[in-house]
């Protein structure tokens, strides 16, 4: 497959020697490969603390708080949410283009897909952005139930018996 569009280069760059071509398209091919399995590894960890989070609200044997104004600190679980979700629509986009790379037979497209505003590139800063704003989402709620167990945890109740 690697020869076809090699050879299909060449025809279009006669000037450029076939080793040239081979090493750029098989560095921007691992580049794209990189990107895709990083963007894999951001989506595992995204479900386990997807899964962890929701473990956490409907499981029963943690403490919460009994007073609302504790309590209203939970709602930050709906925008880590919403943000996880973009970020596994970005996971999913890389994944499409990702796929599609084997069909590429110019080093031109293959460097687009790539470096393009709807490129690889691109989806993955928005995948990891919208990863770290969920992982925030979640940090300012720990902070909050931090401080509840440390200054009101005496006045507890099991949660949801």
Same mark, same amino acid.
């Given at each position: 497959?690697?020869?076809?569009? @090699? &050879? ?17 398209f098989e ?8 990107? &895709? ?16 989070? @929701? ?19 939970? $709602? ?5 949410? @919403? ?6 629509y970005y996971?999913?986009? @890389?994944?499409?283009?990702?796929? #599609? $790379?084997?069909?590429?037979?110019? $080093?031109?497209?293959?460097?687009s897909i790539?470096?393009? #505003?709807?490129?690889?590139? #691109?989806?993955?800063?928005?995948? #990891?952005?919208?990863?770290?704003? &969920? ?6 709620? $720990? ?19």
């Open positions: 497959m690697i020869n076809y569009i @090699i &050879s299909n280069m060449l025809s279009q760059n006669s000037d450029t020697t076939i080793f040239t071509l081979q090493h750029k560095t921007y091919y691992q580049l794209a490969k990189n990107i &895709s399995d990083i963007s894999n590894s951001l989506n595992e960890n995204l479900f386990k603390i997807l899964a962890g989070s @929701i473990v956490l609200l409907f499981g029963s044997d943690f403490l919460s708080p009994v007073n609302i104004k504790f309590r209203i600190s939970y $709602l930050l679980f709906i925008p880590s949410w @919403i943000s996880m979700g973009i970020s596994f996971s999913n986009a @890389i994944n499409r283009i990702s796929a #599609s $790379l084997p069909t590429l037979n110019k $080093l031109d497209y293959v460097k790539i470096y393009d #505003s709807e490129g690889l590139s #691109s989806n993955y800063a928005s995948q #990891s952005f919208y990863f770290s704003l &969920s992982i925030a989402f979640i940090f300012i709620w $720990l902070i909050f139930y931090l401080y509840w167990w440390v200054f009101h945890g005496d006045k507890v109740s099991k949660s949801k018996k």
